[in-house]
């Protein structure tokens, strides 16, 4: 085998190694689905009718709660604030406008994968939670 055969055969052989290296080390993104989600900022002191804005980094296919409290209507309104919205990475809390407000509220988030009951690949569904406190002042 001349030398330049085996400069050709090696290149070849390099370049695959490096394709399957970067095809394994990027791979598909199924790690984000059971990350710890985290909400920024994790707590926030607010006036009566006050906003915040509130984002979740990790998983995917958000939906955001107030203490508990929700709509199908898309968004949330009560005596214990409104939400922007109930899905998304991203969402902007207001504070209820009260002479007398006091205490706190929780805003929850949730990524929900839905399992798979057919097939012979069934998987559970899984969630993951995460939180912020706003705190009345």
Known sequence: MTTKTY???MSGLIC????????????????????DLVV????????SGQSQTFTVSGGYHYTWSISGASSSSGTTSSAQGSLSSLTGSQVLYTAPSSAS???????SVTSTI???GAGISNSPAYSVTGSAIVTFK
């Open 7 to 9: 400069s050709i055969i």
């Open 16 to 35: 695959m190694l490096c394709v399957i290296g970067t095809i394994m080390w990027t791979g598909c993104d199924t790690a984000s689905a059971t990350e």
């Open 40 to 47: 920024s900022p994790s707590t926030a002191t607010l006036s």
């Open 101 to 107: 407000l006091s205490g706190s509220v929780t805003l």
């Open 114 to 116: 839905e399992g798979s």
